[in-house]
């Protein structure tokens, strides 16, 4: 919920997305003014078009030499003006739901709403530009420090965040789904419903919790240390053209995907279903999505030796298999693996099992056509309805709710007549809902 909330902060505060929303509220500390940040090397996407950062538990303080005059850098940014963001909404559906589970069948029939409500006053924290400057002079970088020193050695982009958006006071986010005969249902692997009349989470957002930061680079040779006010920009290669549409949103998506996975096409029928299974278990395992994606970043900022371990089943064969694969097509393999886990990562969990029920189920290529269908019209557009093709629907009423309640947690609302209600800017959320459907309609075509 607190990603979900601070991507909607940012839309409505910087269309342009030059703010980097905070992803989980654990790590909110870390994203303060004058922390130290690595960027990632990995390119923006259309699912994800903000930086990736990952933090570093340091602070510009901890690794300057002293200054002379002993001063700290702790009181060299002001605060600026407050402002209030309020939302509530609800989102009324008709219709029933018949699903089967063990060890009875129920009938979920009648009305839902979804409301959201959130009122919060973020307020923005900076660093001037003049302060920085001074301080450059004054004060050199400690090349003795073990981190700097590590830094030198990997060559590793280095980022300082200079701005924060931090919550003035503390807020509730709500969200809240009521039913009428027991609408509401929620999903697991194997499709099993518990019906509840009425659903409420919400979470508290304490004070002074950073919501979204902005950054500068950060570079540093021989002491002297500096920031680049006019960066260059890493945009993903366009080199390979999708076939259909050349425009749009979809033909952004389309071109995305197909350049990213470009190395899947030559794998072997073995080495596709050995990834395959490897992306499925990570799937029903946040912890093992997460080692697999720390792995996969590892290899492309390795420039020589690279040793793949792991305690995990799961990943044994496919690391097996890549530790003895030759350097550039290790690269192109990783590249194509972190693509789909980042994808996999803007998912939620609930969709995240609705995508292995429909693998079991074999319906994942419908799934896809009426994603694509979704993604010819412009979601951020606004709340407008617009009718999809019948066809991509399912003639079986468990797969088409299955099918409704995946895209309905990707921000799109969809009725059984086949009319789409967008709701709160979804392009990103569908796109990789889009992403996940393609590589694992690719990938399972080897088992």
């Known amino acids: 919920m607190f990603k979900k909330l601070t991507k909607f902060i940012v839309n409505q505060m910087d269309p342009c997305k030059e703010w980097v929303p905070v992803e989980s509220i654990a790590d909110n500390e870390h994203f303060r003014p004058l922390y130290l940040l690595k960027k990632k090397s990995k390119p923006k996407t259309v699912f994800h078009p903000a ?30 003006g407050q402002f209030t963001l309020t939302k509530v909404s609800t989102d009324q559906a008709d219709g029933g ?19 959201k409500e959130l009122s919060i006053m973020p307020q923005k924290k900076s660093i001037s530009l003049e302060s920085l400057e001074a301080l450059r002079k004054e004060r050199e970088m400690n090349m003795d420090h073990s981190f700097i020193r590590q830094l030198q050695r990997t060559g590793i982009k280095l980022h300082m965040v200079t701005e924060i958006l931090e919550a003035s006071e503390e807020a509730v986010y709500k969200e809240s789904t009521k039913a009428d005969g027991g609408f509401k249902a929620k999903f697991y692997a194997t499709l099993c419903a518990q019906s509840n009349r009425e659903n409420n989470q919400s ?55 197909r350049y990213s996975c470009r190395i899947f096409p030559e794998l072997s029928p073995d ?87 429909s693998l079991e189920r074999k319906i994942v290529s419908q799934q896809l056509n009426l994603v694509e269908n979704l993604l010819k019209h412009d979601l951020d557009k606004g709340k407008e309805p617009f009718f999809v093709d019948a066809r991509v629907l399912f ?17 799109v609302q969809l009725q059984e007549d086949g009319s789409v209600i967008p709701r709160d800017k979804p392009f990103e959320a569908v796109a990789a809902l889009f992403v996940a459907l393609y590589t694992l309609n690719f990938l399972s075509g080897s088992r």
Not at 65 to 80: A, Q, R, V
Not at 402 to 407: E, G, K, N, W, Y
């Open 51 to 80: 930086p990736y950062y990952q933090q570093t538990g340091f602070t510009l303080e901890d690794v300057l030499l002293p200054g002379e005059d002993g001063k700290s850098t702790e009181s060299i940014y002001p605060e600026c």
């Open 97 to 115: 739901l018949s699903i089967s589970f063990d060890p009875t069948n129920v009938e979920l029939k009648g009305k839902a709403s979804l409301s």
């Open 203 to 257: 979470i508290v957002i304490p004070k002074g919790c950073t919501l979204a930061f902005r950054t500068v680079p950060l570079h540093i040779r021989d002491g002297a240390w500096g920031m680049d006010y006019f960066p260059a920009e890493t945009v993903r290669k366009q080199a390979y053209v999708a076939d259909g549409p050349s425009a749009g949103k979809l033909g952004q998506v389309m071109t995305e995907v």
């Open 271 to 357: 080495l596709q279903l050995i990834i395959f299974n490897t992306i499925t278990a990570v799937m029903r395992d946040k912890s093992l999505l997460q080692e697999l994606s720390h792995k996969m970043e590892e290899l492309s900022e390795q420039n020589d030796g690279y040793q793949l371990e792991t305690e995990s089943p799961d990943l044994k064969e496919l690391f097996s298999t890549l530790q003895h694969s030759p350097r550039d097509h290790l690269l192109l393999l990783a590249e194509g693996i972190t693509y789909i886990l980042d994808a996999l990562h803007e998912l939620t969990e609930d969709q995240l099992l609705l995508l292995l029920e």
């Open 395 to 411: 003639p079986q009423e468990e797969e088409q709710r299955l099918t409704i309640a995946l895209v309905e947690l990707s921000g």
